[in-house]
Structure formats: structure tokens, C-alpha cells
């Protein structure tokens, strides 16, 4: 059977040439509706052994090709028959390899059985006294740890069978029935099961198993944490129904059924990752004083934006992030006023132009080229902020009600379905903005050109300019610290301070320390401010060397940590910098690592 392999490399190499959108897949030839995934999850060999089970679409004669990444295929069968595969030569270090199965034009069903490996990035084995395992798949991450079509304007709905270890639990971004684990007989494992009945994108497959409590805030939502985390958890978020009414008052009725949060272990690379129905959030926002809860409208927010109207390639990401952005903001104005939305808008803005100088231009575009680049690449403070700026140019200018109907219809007709930035323009163009307006927001230059427009609305806040009054006083004279009134202000004022206050020297930065107390805060984004600020000025006394330590060692959030990093290298401490990751890079999830790895590169 010569020929087999002939024409299987012939289909490989004709495969490769072909890469769209970061997924060796043809969704177009070949396809799936539905997923089944059985798993079982062995802590001890830190592996997932798993079958993937795929209903195909109608199709003609045309090779079914997965996307795969750091997986060992072992087995693959078309309607219960096995079958030959070929699987990609070489790892692509950003895309994983192809796995190609030639499918008849009349089979139903494939499956594929394989094991992850210690490459499967999405996964962090987090260890110590209770195990857990969380999978963080945005962007191509999914295909690391499940054979899929790893491309976000691809939907399906999956089910899910997940065999763990007697007294965890087992989460994934679906129905979780988890009053209903069942023993399995004679062994020490519990199956949970899971539905996932609305179409989602493979980016937003999700598992987290470990020794997990729930805790209801209202009938349709509430929060997962483990045990110590749990009563925190509880208080911290105890606005979340409001949340979910406001948003439902703003872009329509929630169509996901629940709403829980699981909080993660600190290792968490990101802040919040919006897996359907279950948000993956790190432990870092649980303040104690509900300060950083604006990340959980955040990730509320995508339930309308991204999750029921995505983006269709990474390129158009900032259809998801600046959305989301405009969203969370809107959702934070009505609960906690305007006065707390518009720090926030401000803030963001700080953020932008401080991303921006260190970007290339033509990654300040909103619309990203990503091409042949890792998506990681795209995922910054422009998609978000900077789409953000442009939506919120577009309300005041077109006036919010038009602005909100306008939205509201967008969610409800595009659900479930793809969108990208010049089908958005177009439709922007015929419902939003009249061609005087048009003609004002020039949106295309938002869109394809670098940097921000002048006719970005000028955000102001009150609070932020108060502060930034404060500043000027401090950097003017020492006099200004005795007075500042540090504890009446808001986390976003603090930050706003630790962010643009020129400290004289290492004595007075330990000064104001003593004085505030600001290393000894719950507030992670302000202690991270702090310990950006140590870096800066160079403090490495034992003290706060401690608190840097315990930060690197203890937190994975990559926002936090890899600034930290670059910072060290930027102040001539690369040795130190190369001593931490040393010690604590295992704890890291890939994300972190990766990043990490990149700054330590750099002169
Ligand atoms: N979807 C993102 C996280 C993400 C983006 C993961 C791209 C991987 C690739 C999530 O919604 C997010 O934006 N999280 C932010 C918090 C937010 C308040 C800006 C984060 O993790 O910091
Ligand atoms: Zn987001």
C-alpha cells in the first residue's frame, strides 16, 4: 500500500501552503456541529487521556483536518472503524502540526483517542497540598490539549464525560451539574458530565479540576472557589446579579442560562477568561473591598460581545476586546456611577498611550496583521483600549441612545455568528452613523492607520484630574506627601499616583511606604504599581525584596509578573531577574513563560 503515504504527503504539503487564520483546518471541505469529549484526568502522570468525537457536517470526498499541538495521537477511527492518519512532520512552534483523516463523503463520525503531553500549553498542573488543573485556551490553545478546528469563526456544540479523582471537582464552560458526579464502581475516580447545547468557537473550551466548593448568589449565578477562597469569593462578588440585570438592560437578555465564576488558583495567567457560563478569574481581584471587580463585568460583558458575536480572525480582535471594553465600562457606570466608569476610561487611556510607545506602528491599527505572527502578538492594550476610545467617540458623537439600539440589534442579529471589522464598518455605516458624522469619526483611520486620531473624544475625569493636582504638588515639593489624602482615595486614584509621581529617591519612596503602607495592600494592581516602582528606584532591602519575591512566586497573571520582569532587565538587574525565573518559572503557566522568556532575551 505505497501509495497511501504518497498521497498523504501530497495532501500534507498542499495542507501546509495553506495556513488561514492560524489553523491548518478547512472548515469549508470537512467540518463538525458537535464535539464529545471523554476524558480522564490522572493527576500523578500530570496527563489527560482522552476521545474526541466529531459529527461531521455533509461533506464530499475531502480529508477531515484537526488542528493539533503537543498531543500523541494514538488512535483514529471513522464510523467505528480504524483508520490510518497522517499527523504533520514537524511541530510549527506557533500552529502545532495537522492531523489529516481521509473521510468518505459518507461517514458520520470520527474519533480520535490521544493523550496530552507535557507540551500541551493550555494546561497548568498546579501542585501542592490539593491539586488542580486549569486549561487556558484563547487564542490557538485549545488544539493543545483537544484535536480541533482551532479557529474562532468555527462554532460547534460539545458534550463532555470527565473522569477525575475521587473528592475533586471537574468544571468545564458548560451546563455543570456538579451535585451529579457519578462513582465509577470499584475505582477512586468520579465522572462528571457536561452539556454545552449553544454553538461556541473552540477558544472557549474550558476544564478546571480541583477541590472546589459553589456558593449561590442569586438563582442563576454564583461562585466556585476552593475552600479558602470561598467566603472572599462569596462577599467580593455579591453584585453579580445586578451586573447581569444591567447588562441584560443594556444589549439584551442573557443567553447562556447560568452565570458562575470560578476563581483560580493564583497561577492563573490572565485576569479573567470568559469561558462560557463559567468565568475563569484570577484570585487577584478578590481585593477585600470590591475595588477590582470591574474585570468581572469585563468578562460578563463578553457573554454579548465575542461569545455570542465573535470575532472571525485575530485579526479583528479588537471586535471582542473594544467591545467589551465599552461594555464593562457601561456596566460600571450603572452600578457604581459615572464618576467610577470615567477613572476607568481614563485609566485605560493612560494604559494605551503607554502600550503604544513600545509597539510598531502598524500594530497600533485596530484592524491587526497577525499573519505568519503568533495572535499573542495582537493581544494588547489597543485592541482593547484603543477600540474602547473609538466606540466611545462614536456614542457621544451619534448620542447614546442611538448608540445603545444600535448595539442592542447588533448582539441580537449577529448571535451566535461571526463578525469582522469591514462587515461592521458597513453595517456601522448604514445604522449608526449618518454621512456627516461618518465623515467626523473617519473611522477607517481608527481602523488602518497607527496611533489616535485627534477627533478622540477627550475623556475627562474629575477624580483623575484631582489627583493629577496631587502629583504635580508632590513632584514640586516633599511638603505634598504629609497632606495627601492616600486613604480616602479610590484604588484607580492610587494607581493613577504610583503610575505618574516622580519619587526623588530610594529613602523617600521607603518613606511614603512606612507612611501608607502601600506594600502591605490587598489591591493587587496597586501593589504591582509599587513593586514597578521599587524596581525603578532601585529599592532591594530586605523588606521589600520579600514582597517582591513572594509577588513573583506566588502570582502567574502575566499582566503583573512579565513587566516586572522587563522592568528588572530595563534597570541593569538581569541577574536578579534570571535568579526569580529561575526559582519560579515552573510555576508559571505557558503564556506567563513564554513572555517571560522573550524579555530575558532582549538587551
Ligand atoms: N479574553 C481575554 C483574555 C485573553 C485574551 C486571553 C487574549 C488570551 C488571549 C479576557 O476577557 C480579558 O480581556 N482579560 C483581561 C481583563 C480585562 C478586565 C481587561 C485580563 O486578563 O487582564
Ligand atoms: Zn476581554
Known sequence: MKWIPLILTIVCTHVKAQVINHSYAHPDKVSYHHLHW???????????????????????????????????????????????????????????????????????????????????????????????????????????????????????TYSADVEVPNGLMALMSASNAHQKAVAKKGASTVEYHFEQRKTIPSYLMALAVGNIEFAAISN??????????????????????????????LYGAYQWDRYDVLILPAAFPFGGMENPMLTFATPTILAGDKSLVSLIAHELAHSWSGNLVTNETWDDFWLNEGFTVYFEFRIMEELYGKEVSEMLAALSIQDLYQTMEELAPVDTHLKLHLKDRNPDDGMNDVAYNKGYWLLRTIEERVGRPKMDAFLKNYF???????MNTERFLAL??????????????????????????????????????????????????????????????????????????????ADKLNEFNQRFGVSKTGNSEILFAWLMMCIQMSVWDDANEQVMSHFLGSVGRRKFIAPLYKAMIKAHQRERALGYFDRYQQTYHAVTRNTIVEHLKSE
Not at 93 to 108: A, C, E, N, T, W
Not at 122 to 140: K, Y
Request: aromatic share 10%; net charge negative; hydrophobic share 40%.
Open 412 to 418: 441580537t442579529h449577529h448571535a451566535f455568528g461571526v
Open 220 to 249: 442563576r449565578c454564583g461562585v466556585y472557589a476552593t475552600p479558602d477562597q470561598l467566603n472572599l469569593a462569596h462577599t467580593e462578588l455579591a453584585d453579580l446579579e445586578k451586573m447581569i440585570v444591567a447588562a441584560e438592560k
Open 428 to 505: 456601522a455605516k448604514k445604522d449608526l452613523m449618518d454621512p456627516g458624522n461618518y465623515r467626523f469619526i473617519a473611522p477607517e483611520a481608527w481602523i488602518y492607520q497607527p496611533g489616535v486620531p485627534e477627533n478622540a473624544y477627550p475623556i475627562v475625569s474629575q477624580k483623575i484630574l484631582e489627583t493629577d493636582d496631587w502629583i504635580a504638588r508632590c513632584n514640586a515639593s516633599d511638603e505634598g506627601i504629609k497632606q495627601l489624602p492616600w486613604k480616602e482615595w479610590s484604588y484607580q486614584q492610587q494607581y493613577r499616583f504610583l503610575t505618574n509621581w516622580q519619587c526623588p529617591s
Open 38 to 156: 471523554q476524558a480522564k484526568v490522572n493527576f500523578q502522570s500530570q496527563c489527560i487521556e482522552a476521545t474526541a468525537t466529531y459529527d461531521l457536517k455533509p461533506h464530499d470526498d475531502h480529508p477531515l483536518i484537526l488542528d493539533t499541538k503537543g498531543l500523541e495521537i494514538q488512535q483514529v477511527k471513522s464510523d467505528g472503524v480504524v483508520v490510518p492518519y497522517e499527523l504533520g512532520k514537524t511541530e510549527d512552534p506557533i500552529l502545532g502540526r495537522p492531523l489529516i483523516i481521509q473521510v468518505k463523503s459518507s461517514v458520520k463520525q470520527v474519533s480520535v483517542t490521544y493523550k496530552t503531553t507535557a507540551a500541551s500549553e493550555a494546561l497548568l498542573w498546579v501542585e501542592g497540598d490539593s491539586p488542580f488543573l486549569f486549561t487556558q485556551s484563547q487564542a490557538i490553545l485549545a488544539r493543545s490539549w483537544i484535536p480541533c478546528q482551532d479557529l474562532p469563526a468555527l462554532r460547534f
